[in-house]
């Protein structure tokens, strides 16, 4: 049932691009294993064999953390409507942070969002396919604008005061690469 490709085929981007939610797998060494929901206008295929996601200020930054300890990373995208399909892709993520040089470079793929803290360049070593057969029907009724008009509200300082607090280090106490503005 399931299928595997070096790289997307156009198919598969087709499927990415009709996506309303998709879901971001990492781990460290040790710990715990994180999985993060992602929505908004937030991914581009940049290749066939390369993905970039921008991530905003949240609650943790347990992906950052992963990533700068081994990079290995895993998308699920899985189709709540029509056909059943479920697509994921594996690989290897570098994290550019906001206060990186090469920013400026990735950040213009995307549009403005406050809060914006990380884009994550993932290199695709696998893609997969399996059936998604048991995969519920839901119905997409709309983004939640709840974390941008957040992000909004609190302003550049205040963000790089929820990051000191919160977005330092990960849940095993790593370090998630952010750095602050002073």
């Not at 609190?154 to 849940?171: A, F, R």
Request: net charge negative; glycine share 8%.
């Amino acid at each position: 049932m399931s299928e595997q490709f070096a790289q997307l085929e156009s198919k598969h981007i087709q499927f990415i691009g009709e996506q309303h939610i998709y879901f971001v797998g990492t781990a460290g060494a040790e710990g715990y294993v994180n999985v993060s929901p992602k929505g908004m206008d937030s991914l581009r295929v940049i290749s066939p064999d390369r993905v970039i996601w921008l991530n905003l200020t949240g609650s943790g930054n347990e992906t950052a953390a992963h990533v700068l300890e081994n990079g290995r990373m895993t998308l699920m995208f899985c189709s709540f409507e029509k056909q059943p399909l479920i697509l994921r892709l594996y690989g290897v993520a570098e994290a550019i942070h906001s206060h990186e040089e090469n920013w400026s470079e990735w950040i213009g793929h995307f549009p403005v969002q406050p809060g914006a803290r990380q884009i994550f360049n993932l290199q695709i070593d696998l893609v997969q396919t399996s059936c998604g057969f048991a995969v519920p029907y839901y119905e997409f009724t709309g983004d939640r604008n709840t974390l941008t008009d957040w992000a909004a509200r609190q302003g550049e300082q205040s963000i790089q005061q929820y990051w000191q607090k919160n977005n330092l280090t990960s849940l095993n106490g790593k370090s998630t690469g952010i750095t602050v503005k002073k």
